[in-house]
């Protein structure tokens, strides 16, 4: 039986524009329509790419942090892409590190008219690769639908695997959607260079998994929860649509997030999914533009993010077991245990068990630019923050980017 993208219920207390509510009918119901909602399941794989030799300080980083481990690294002419995995449900971590500093790109170039951007102008979040059943229909309807794909002579020299459809950066989030073909019971492959295991990204990985360990943290880390990205103001609605329209997801719900001039905005998989096989997508974004707060003295975190980073991944939120170990709750315990192997958070946890969860931001990664974020749940809860949360957490990687800023002002 195919599946009907409106039937899900609606979350949330933003209002939205009536071009939204009419062109997200519109649009749900074509793809619907089509088969395209039917033929494009879940997010398979997360792409980024970090500055040459940054790779595996990242891949130790990470792997302390998340349950990812590492699995082969594939060698092109001009870069290495070092493949991460969780396991077949969960989607892999593709990080690319370019060889040569110099080689100039268009993902470098959506980076260098950002102040902090520029300062590292090869480690951004590239977008995801979603799973699909014929390739060739999925990307045939798309380009009916005017979407644009890279072709695959560019796929050839941006040395990205050559079995993927590799859509053209959004406007909007400056983000690539990916497609690949394969059945559900096959392995991922990435048709990409020669695989070999890289030793000093091997030596940093089972570090970092001695660490886990030692700690017994492997046991309370699961999977990503959501990818959280930032954009302006003006583009909100039509970066979602934009998403919807790509993916097979459907729209869950907006909040309004007053305290911090901002809404948090939600997509999860009409698959029925859960997050660790296929993350939800948060949008966040101001709710007024930039050029107008120093008139109504509004706070406006997510917009100066946008205007220094570009628009772009935020943070992506692991999921943290719920649980007790030693009296203390697990998300607890994890960030002490991190914290006690040099990694800072914003805040302390917030939240509590009567509200539904806890959370808390890390500070932002020096070699991918992205916050961790962990999450604990209890019980029945069924959401991805309160309103009090997200508005401290708001807030609080607010005040870590305008020291950055300061910082990058300083150094020219």
Sequence with gaps: MSIKSLDFPRMGDKENSPFFEEYLQRLLEERDRVGLTDMIHQIEALMLTVDPGASAQYIGEICLMTPYHYLVSLESESHWTHVLRIDMNSPDL?????????????????????????????????????????????????????????????????????????????????????????????????????????????????????????????????????????????????????????????????????????????????????????????????????????????PSPTETFVRNYGPRLHHLAIAVRDGYINGQENIDYVVDVIRQHGKEFLLDVIGSKEEGLKQIFSSASEHSSLIVEYVQRFGEFDGFFTKQNVAELTHAAGVEEELLILQAQNSV
């Design 94 to 298: 593709l990080i690319r590190e370019v060889k040569d500093p110099g080689i100039r790109g268009i993902f470098r170039s959506l980076n260098e008219v950002y102040p902090i951007g520029a300062s590292k102008p090869n480690s951004r979040y590239m977008g995801e690769i979603l799973r699909v059943d014929n390739l060739h229909e999925v990307v045939a309807l798309q380009r009916e639908r005017e979407f644009r794909f890279f072709s695959q002579e560019e796929i050839r020299r941006l040395e990205m695997p050559g079995n993927l459809a590799v859509s053209k950066p959004s406007p909007y989030t400056h983000n690539i959607v990916c497609y690949m073909e394969r059945p559900e019971h096959e392995l991922r492959v990435y048709a990409l260079g020669i695989s070999s295991i890289r030793q000093d990204i091997q030596i940093s990985y089972l570090q970092a998994k001695e660490r886990q360990a030692a700690s017994g943290i492997d046991q309370m880390l699961m999977p990503i929860d959501h990818l959280a990205t930032r954009i302006y103001s003006q583009n909100r609605e039509v970066a979602i649509l934009e998403w919807l329209s790509w993916s097979s997801y459907y729209y869950w719900g907006s909040y309004d997030i007053k305290d911090q001039n901002s809404s948090t905005n939600v997509t999860k998989s009409t698959h029925g999914f859960e997050e660790a096989n296929s993350p939800a997508k948060v949008f966040t974004a101001n709710n007024t533009p930039y050029f107008v707060n120093h008139l109504e003295k509004l």
